[in-house]
């Protein structure tokens, strides 16, 4: 009824960016778990509500990656409107763990490899 974008769905937002950077960068989040037996669950999330993304607003999710992974993976998310004003920033926090033994393990060289690539872009 507000006619706002529900606060509820910005962590699957975080979810979209996350995998879509990924992606972006040639690294497939299926092939982490089902090649790698690796998974990233969540640790610590951070939603900072600024102005709010209307149901029609045409959003823009950045995703970020700040400082290279090491045992846990850090990505920042910035929201804006079509007229660029930021709506929203966020903050995501995963961990990786072993899907054989359950057990936190460091970024797989998979991963590291791959990340390379966005880090030495920028």
Sequence with gaps: MMGYL?????AQYYEIG?????RNIG?????????HRVMMPV???ESRYIRPAKY???ITIRTILKT?????IVFDYEFYNESEELLHTGVVKL???DMVTGKTV??????KDGLKVYFDGQ
Excluded: K
Excluded at 106 to 111: G, I, Q, R
């Design 6 to 10: 529900y606060y509820g769905l910005y």
């Design 56 to 58: 029609d607003d045409q």
């Design 43 to 45: 640790a610590h999330v």
């Design 68 to 72: 290279f992974p090491t045992r846990m």
């Design 18 to 22: 996350r995998v879509e950077l990924m």
């Design 27 to 35: 690294l497939i989040y299926n092939d982490l778990e089902q090649i």
């Design 95 to 97: 961990f990786f763990v």
């Design 106 to 111: 460091s970024c797989p060289d998979y991963m």
